[in-house]
């Protein structure tokens, strides 16, 4: 939980019983990288490695990049773009395949609704043709707000989703 005045979403360790979220850092971003643009949504929209390590490993003030770990290792990658009309918005959640079923999805959405502390919304958006992901955040309260064609690459649309706190 978020203690009164401080930062929501701060880069440092989080314990979340399933998985620890820590920092992002370049070995994280460069192991996560090629497996990243091996996975869908991102080989489907022609994301190559060196730009998803790029983005992980950047700095800016306004995205937080965590890596994921499990007993056994690097399992996966949550960013957090905060603030985000009226709460965050979970730029990108990946969960490496042979961590995913274990409950470590529900776990990071839950974690971001308790830091999300008084916001009045949590946002994403998922490829249209991701239905597992649309699935997913269904399940976990997320209701499609409507589609934006061609925002990440032509001929496909990212359907923006919203889950109102509160």
């Known amino acids: 939980m978020t203690a009164v005045g401080q930062q929501p979403f ?36 022609g994301y190559p490695a060196d730009r998803l390590q790029g983005y992980l490993a950047a700095d800016s003030p306004a995205l937080v990049r965590y890596r994921v770990d499990v007993e056994g290792g690097l399992a996966g990658a949550m960013t957090v773009r905060w603030p985000w009309l009226h709460g965050p918005y979970l730029e990108l959640l990946a969960v490496l395949p042979e961590a995913q079923g274990r409950g470590l999805g529900g776990a990071l959405l839950d974690w971001l609704a308790v830091q999300a502390g008084s916001s009045r919304n949590l946002w994403v958006a998922v490829s249209a043709f991701n239905t597992g992901a649309r699935r997913f955040y269904a399940r976990h309260g997320f209701f499609e707000v409507g589609a934006v064609p061609g925002l990440v690459r032509d001929g496909f649309d990212e359907i923006l989703l919203r889950k109102a706190l509160g």
């Open 10 to 45: 701060a880069a440092k360790v989080h314990e979340l019983g399933v998985c620890r979220l820590s920092p992002m850092d370049e070995v994280a971003a460069a192991q996560l990288a090629g497996r990243l643009a091996a996975m869908d949504p991102w080989r489907r929209l």
